[in-house]
């Protein structure tokens, strides 16, 4: 999709006023003073776990043990009222601050070279802020305020007026299920807020829960069945969290750029999601806990894919796989194309490449794959721009997928190209 469609596209996705949440600085009194003596003290020991297992060396294997401790620290942690009283936020910065500094050093600054793409451009933007000294310490207050870019709250806003947001909100089953995500502290200090049933979550919590009820209803699988996931450019790191949330135990791998992995690390950490650079790991071990790692091409992440849990393995790409060149495509492809289940968003076409040829093609050499894709939103699947579609194939050994109209799926929406043909018998 051409870059003129893509702005009429965040026009038309603007956010309706009858929408906006409470702005976090009048309403978030969730801290309470009653314990600010023992608070302090944890907060001081959460951050010295914190720094000790962003400095352990992975190198050796020795990781692990201080991984774990920090894991279970923002575990308690997370009981608080108040996940960010200041020593936290100043914690949470000077990582972020000290981070930048290594992790973009030893990679591409986008800084230097002639920015061709929209999303070279962004990660320019994103590494300058990190790297300022100044900035960087200001990051979670400025970062939405300010319009820094990627503008990965915005994405979420523009939600609010797509169709599948008010699918969601009748699908009663679900909005228990955004209740028991438990997501009333927010990440973002100043991402807007919905009210759903007298609570407020933030709008790329909705987005994502939608992508996991489309995941779920579509496949039929459920969470406990999938092992681990790799997805393909996290954005705020929303579909983790949510993820993380409602209890997963696997391995939760997001493939990113490096300038988006030490952002996403901020914010769910700030969530009291432990979340760390792969960069910095060696091969870890399997734990019973949830491991969230934040990989890019050069942090060695295949050391630790488990290849053994493939089948139980969910490959994601919200409309980012989709718009990545061919290369990093081709590069991720093998690690992926073997899980048990792949879920994308896609536009018809990006940056020239031609989704629909692409995505038909890699659908012939998924042999053990159900494949179905469809619109999420329109009547008919060829006057489906500007609202993007779904693909979702399914190992058969774990199902079949289901055409529901509850999910907008149904004769005239199904991409006929792109779906296994005893699917839509039609
Ligand atoms: C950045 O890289 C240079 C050269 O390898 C090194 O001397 C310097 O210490 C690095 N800085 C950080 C913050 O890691
Ligand atoms: C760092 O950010 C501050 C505040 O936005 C700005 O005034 C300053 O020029 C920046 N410094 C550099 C070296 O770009």
Redesign the pocket.
């Known amino acids: 999709m051409p870059w003129t469609c893509l702005l009429l596209l965040a026009s038309l996705l603007r956010p309706s006023d009858g929408y906006l949440g409470r702005d976090w600085r009048h309403g978030h009194a969730r801290f309470r003073a009653r314990n600010a003596g023992s608070v302090e003290v944890s907060c001081a020991s959460l951050n010295a776990a914190e720094r000790h297992a962003d400095v352990a060396d992975g190198a050796t294997g020795n990781a692990a043990p201080a991984v774990q401790r920090f894991a279970e620290r923002l575990a308690q942690w997370r009981q608080n009222e108040e996940l960010t009283p200041p020593c936290r936020e100043e914690a949470l910065h000077e990582a972020l601050c000290r981070d930048s ?2 992790l973009l ?2 990679s591409r600054r986008w800084t230097k070279y002639p920015r061709e793409t929209m999303w070279e451009g962004w990660m320019a933007d994103l590494e300058s802020h990190e790297l300022n000294e100044s900035e960087c310490r200001s990051f979670g207050i400025d970062y939405k305020p300010k319009g820094w870019y990627p503008q990965v709250f915005h994405w979420g806003e523009g939600f609010l007026s797509h169709p599948a947001m008010a699918k969601l909100l009748e699908d009663e089953e679900y909005v228990d299920v955004l209740f028991r995500s438990s997501e009333l502290v927010s990440n973002a200090p100043t991402a807007q807020t919905v009210t759903v049933r007298g609570s407020d979550f933030r709008t790329e919590r909705l987005q994502a829960l939608s992508h996991l009820r489309i995941l779920a209803r579509a496949s039929g699988l459920n969470l406990d069945e999938i092992e681990q996931v790799v997805e393909f450019g996290g954005g705020s790191g929303e579909m983790a969290a949510l993820f993380f949330d409602l209890g997963f135990h696997g391995s939760y791998f997001i493939y990113d750029l490096p300038a988006m992995l030490l952002m996403q690390r901020f914010w769910l950490r700030r969530a009291g999601i432990p979340a760390m650079l792969g960069a910095k790991l060696g091969k870890m071990p399997r734990s019973s806990q949830a491991q969230i790692f934040l990989e890019s091409s050069k942090s060695g992440f295949p050391l630790r894919l488990r290849r053994a849990a493939k089948r139980h393995s969910a490959f994601f790409g919200f409309y980012s796989f989709t718009e990545a060149d061919g290369q990093s495509r081709a590069r991720l492809r093998p690690f992926i194309e073997d899980f048990g289940v792949i879920l994308l968003t896609f536009w018809q076409s990006f940056d020239y490449i031609n989704n629909l040829d692409y995505l038909e093609k890699w659908m012939t050499s998924l042999g053990r794959h159900h494949v179905l894709a469809w619109s999420v939103a329109s009547e008919n699947w060829l006057e489906n721009w500007p609202l993007g579609y779904y693909f979702l194939a399914v190992d058969q050994e774990l199902g079949s997928p289901k055409c529901l109209l509850e999910l907008n799926c149904g004769p005239s929406t199904v991409v006929p190209r792109l779906t296994s043909k005893w699917l839509w018998d039609l």
Do not use: G, V
């Open positions: 500094a290594w050093n030893h």
